[in-house]
């Protein structure tokens, strides 16, 4: 009761120091802004696909069932535990609709005429919903259920330089966004966080130099990395769970390039809470054992944070995949 409470007032306090912002960027964008809704609560271990979450509030339930289904369907027909396994998760991966969010870039812009182009490249995107462009700040926002990877190929596309410099819902919250940063040796990838709703979180992963096939990854609870993952301590589980902790994110799995992506949304995760804690790669989906590889989750930039010019000496390459 306590803890509601509190959270309830942490969340009226951020509502009052973010308005105006909030209100500026739905301005800007037209008046053409919907907030994505509010998803009714559900076990919080359940890591749904996006094409089973979609925008709904309703049906958590039968959501759940579905995973367990798909992998039991998978399982039965012979597929080995790795395929099962990805076969709960990999409705993630393609062209389904994830939550709607707002996406802020800094873009290499001199003209109107590289406005023309970079509007021309990302507003037939699919699951984009209304594009704004800051000239004098160099700020490009994109609102819709279109995946980070997709806009940023598009903006490749232009020939400009572009980075991701804030992602997040014009709802308030304190902390909207983060991200994690794989450097290798071996494995290199990018993970993202942002805040839909209270009791919902998008996902969204790039990752390169795995070995072929299965790896499970979790956000465990602690971000010492003295022993690489296997001083990260068990798997995030702050409601005690005795099934599927609230850390687990199931398993990703990788082609014969060692690539593997993942777009998607966890309920119950909430991004201030993963602050400071690690996100842990597993060799295969087996989480039994200690991860190969682990990295801190960091707080990122939402919408309208973090227009200042960006350099090397700025934490900009956090933001390549």
Same mark, same amino acid.
């Given at each position: 009761?306590l803890?509601?409470?509190?959270?309830?007032l942490?969340?009226?306090?951020?509502?009052?120091?973010?308005k105006?912002r909030?209100?500026a960027?739905?301005?800007?964008?037209?008046?053409?802004l919907?907030?994505?809704?509010r998803?009714?609560?559900?076990?919080?271990?359940?890591?749904?696909?996006? !094409?089973?979450?979609?925008?709904?509030?309703?049906?958590?339930?039968?959501?759940?069932? /579905?995973?367990v289904?798909?992998?039991?369907?998978a399982? /039965?027909?012979? #597929?080995?535990?790795?395929?099962a396994?990805?076969?709960? =998760?990999?409705g993630?991966?393609?062209?389904? *609709?994830?939550?709607?969010?707002?996406?802020? @870039?800094m873009?290499?812009?001199?003209?109107?005429?590289?406005?023309?182009?970079?509007?021309?490249?990302?507003?037939?995107?699919e699951?984009? +919903?209304?594009?704004?462009?800051?000239?004098? !700040?160099?700020?490009?926002?994109?609102?819709?259920?279109?995946? =980070?990877? /997709?806009?940023?190929?598009?903006?490749e596309?232009?020939?400009r #330089?572009?980075?991701?410099?804030?992602?997040?819902?014009?709802?308030?919250?304190?902390?909207s966004?983060?991200?994690?940063?794989?450097k290798g040796p071996e494995?290199? $990838?990018?993970?993202?966080?942002?805040?839909?709703?209270?009791?919902?979180?998008?996902?969204?992963?790039?990752?390169?130099?795995?070995?072929? $096939?299965?790896?499970?990854?979790?956000i465990n609870? @602690?971000?010492?990395l003295?022993?690489g993952? /296997?001083s *990260?301590?068990a798997?995030? !589980?702050?409601?005690?769970?005795?099934?599927?902790?609230?850390?687990?994110?199931?398993?990703?799995?990788?082609d014969?390039?060692?690539?593997a992506?993942?777009?998607?949304?966890?309920?119950?995760?909430? =991004?201030?809470?993963?602050?400071?804690r690690?996100?842990?790669i @597993?060799?295969?989906?087996?989480?039994?054992?200690?991860?190969?590889?682990?990295? =801190?989750?960091?707080?990122?930039?939402?919408? $309208?944070? !973090? @227009? +200042?010019?960006?350099?090397?000496?700025?934490?900009?390459?956090?933001?390549?995949?």
């Amino acid at each position: 009761m306590l803890r509601n409470i509190l959270e309830i007032l942490q969340l009226l306090c951020f509502r009052g120091r973010k308005k105006e912002r909030s209100l500026a960027m739905a301005a800007a964008l037209g008046g053409s802004l919907t907030l994505a809704p509010r998803v009714a609560s559900s076990p919080p271990g359940n890591l749904a696909p996006a !094409n089973l979450v979609g925008k709904a509030g309703a049906g958590a339930g039968s959501r759940i069932e /579905a995973r367990v289904s798909k992998v039991a369907l998978a399982m /039965a027909a012979g #597929s080995p535990v790795e395929e099962a396994v990805h076969a709960s =998760v990999s409705g993630a991966t393609g062209g389904e *609709t994830l939550p709607e969010l707002l996406t802020e @870039y800094m873009v290499d812009m001199k003209c109107e005429g590289c406005v023309k182009s970079v509007r021309g490249k990302l507003e037939p995107l699919e699951g984009v +919903k209304a594009v704004t462009v800051d000239l004098s !700040n160099q700020v490009v926002r994109v609102l819709g259920t279109a995946p =980070v990877k /997709a806009i940023s190929a598009a903006l490749e596309e232009t020939g400009r #330089s572009a980075r991701l410099i804030g992602q997040g819902s014009l709802e308030d919250f304190g902390v909207s966004a983060a991200v994690v940063e794989f450097k290798g040796p071996e494995i290199h $990838g990018v993970v993202r966080f942002a805040q839909v709703s209270m009791e919902l979180a998008r996902i969204e992963a790039t990752f390169t130099g795995l070995t072929p $096939g299965a790896h499970g990854w979790s956000i465990n609870t @602690y971000g010492d990395l003295t022993r690489g993952a /296997a001083s *990260t301590g068990a798997i995030f !589980n702050p409601q005690q769970q005795d099934t599927e902790p609230l850390g687990d994110l199931g398993a990703l799995v990788a082609d014969e390039t060692g690539r593997a992506d993942f777009a998607g949304t966890k309920t119950g995760l909430r =991004v201030t809470d993963l602050i400071g804690r690690a996100l842990a790669i @597993y060799a295969t989906a087996d989480k039994s054992v200690h991860g190969i590889a682990a990295a =801190v989750i960091a707080r990122s930039a939402g919408v $309208g944070e !973090n @227009y +200042k010019k960006l350099c090397s000496c700025d934490g900009t390459i956090i933001w390549e995949s």
